[in-house]
Nanobody
């Protein structure tokens, strides 16, 4: 089994900064991609930022404000979120595409989600 443990989130004023973190643990052979998605009420879930084998991907709405980093040894990924806006408020969920054993297929894993509220 694989677990994704999230930390961070909370309430911050507009213009402030916040960091959420996600650590993957368990039966892990390789991690192909790891990142964060978010879903606001009434909206579809969207990619926020991720690190894949091809590099770093960001939603257009967060480019220049969010920076995602990864510690491969600790299987941890965290986006530093700066200049937060009320429209960044959402439930943020960690995602990882993981191979648990050599020769197995990639499997998607999700964290339980953490609330980020940006007050105006």
């Amino acid at each position: 089994q694989v677990q994704l443990e999230e930390s961070g989130g909370g309430v911050v004023q507009a213009g402030g900064s916040l960091r959420v973190s996600c650590a993957a643990s368990g039966s892990i052979f390789a991690i192909n991609a790891m990142g964060w998605y978010r879903q606001a009420p009434g909206k579809q879930r969207e990619l926020v930022a991720a690190i894949t084998s091809d590099g770093r991907n960001y939603a257009d709405s967060v480019k220049g404000r969010f920076t995602i980093s990864r510690d491969n040894a600790a299987n941890t990924v965290w986006p530093q979120m700066n200049s937060l806006k009320p429209e960044d408020s959402a439930v943020y969920s960690c995602h990882a595409a993981i191979i648990t054993r050599r020769g197995d297929y990639l499997t998607d894993y999700w964290g339980q989600g953490t609330q980020v509220i940006v007050s105006s």
